[in-house]
């Protein structure tokens, strides 16, 4: 297992560096003049030079990738030209908001999805497999931005129950923070809970047909017992492969979700950021996305090894 993860933890570095030259070499050839998009087409020829010249764009590609790379391996991301303050601070108050959003998702839905998978596996054919099967269907169908923009129109335009955007952390102000955070945590759980029932309901019904699961029952073994020690164990599995995407997804999602009820997270950063041509921000953003999901993969390749004895990465 450890030569495993030190090999895996290579394999992540080289992606990491692979997807930073693609990232450095997109953003420098977007069309657009970045010092415009900063300060605007009125820009005097002096003040243009000085911010040309700071931002490095006098320099060939590589120099600025390779100075860049320098800066980022000791912790200076490069100033952001939107903020004007450096793109480590700007990160870190954006970062724990985005967080938040995803991990409380993540929570929510993964024992929902699972719960609602085995019950739709139990009763196959019933009327509770078709309205789970029918609803996780269309959930998973369905794109955030919309059920965003549907529970917005919903509960903040036409009931009024919830306001339409802003975030406030709960230490803050506990009532505020919750209508704040009902709708974003509603559209970023429900594509996980559908995904998860789905997967676990196709790995429940293959698993609960095994001989064992056959054996239990005729043990005397109360059914309950049979399928939530015996047989959900094993149906499991394959559902771990899908959490990891999940989380993954779940991050890449909240640029929708934040873009949409205005919350000041890195998603939201990341759209605005290439909106004025932040290209210091653009960079860390992919960067830190890239490094989650690697991070994330990692993990779960382990609890993938942890729990089926069978597999041996050695």
């Not at 692979?18 to 997109?26: D, E, H, Q, R, Y």
């Not at 094993?234 to 909240?254: C, D, E, H, K, Y």
């Not at 919350?263 to 990341?270: D, E, V």
């Not at 992919?286 to 690697?294: D, M």
Request: aromatic fraction near 12%; hydrophobic fraction near 50%; charged fraction near 15%.
């Amino acid at each position: 297992m450890k030569t495993y993860i030190v090999k895996r933890t290579g394999q992540m570095l080289l992606i990491l560096i692979l997807i930073s030259i693609f990232t450095f070499m997109l953003v420098s050839f977007i069309p657009g003049d970045p010092v415009y998009a900063m300060l605007g087409e009125e820009v005097s020829q002096e003040e243009y030079d000085r911010v040309y010249h700071e931002l490095k764009l006098d320099q060939p590609v590589i120099r600025r990738y390779f100075s860049w790379l320098g800066g980022a391996v000791q912790g200076d991301w490069g100033q952001s030209t939107q903020f004007h303050k450096s793109t480590l601070e700007v990160l870190n108050e954006r970062i724990p908001i985005t967080m938040f959003f995803s991990l409380s998702a993540f929570v929510i839905s993964i024992p929902l999805g699972i719960l609602f998978g085995v019950i739709s596996a139990v009763y196959r054919g019933r009327p509770a497999d078709t309205v789970v099967t029918l609803i996780a269907n269309i959930t998973a169908c369905l794109p955030q931005f919309w059920i965003a923009l549907l529970v917005m129109y919903i509960f903040a335009m036409k009931l009024g129950w919830l306001p339409s955007y802003g975030f406030t952390w709960f230490s803050q102000d506990l009532s505020m923070g919750i209508r704040q955070t009902i709708m974003p945590l509603f559209c970023l759980a429900l594509g996980g809970i559908a995904t998860t029932t789905r997967q676990t309901r196709s790995s429940m019904l293959e698993v609960i047909r095994q001989d064992y699961v056959r054996t239990a029952k005729s043990k005397g073994l109360s059914s309950r017992k049979v399928i939530y020690i015996h047989a959900l164990k094993n149906a499991l599995i394959p559902v771990i492969t899908i959490l990891g995407m999940r989380l993954g997804s779940m991050l890449a999602g909240s640029m929708f979700v934040e873009s949409v009820f205005n919350i000041p997270g890195m998603g939201s950063l990341f759209v605005k950021a290439i909106q004025s041509r932040d290209i210091p921000v653009v960079q860390a953003c992919v960067l830190v996305t890239a490094l989650v999901s690697c991070i994330i993969n990692l993990f779960t390749d382990i609890l993938y090894a942890v729990v089926d004895p069978r597999v041996r990465y050695e």
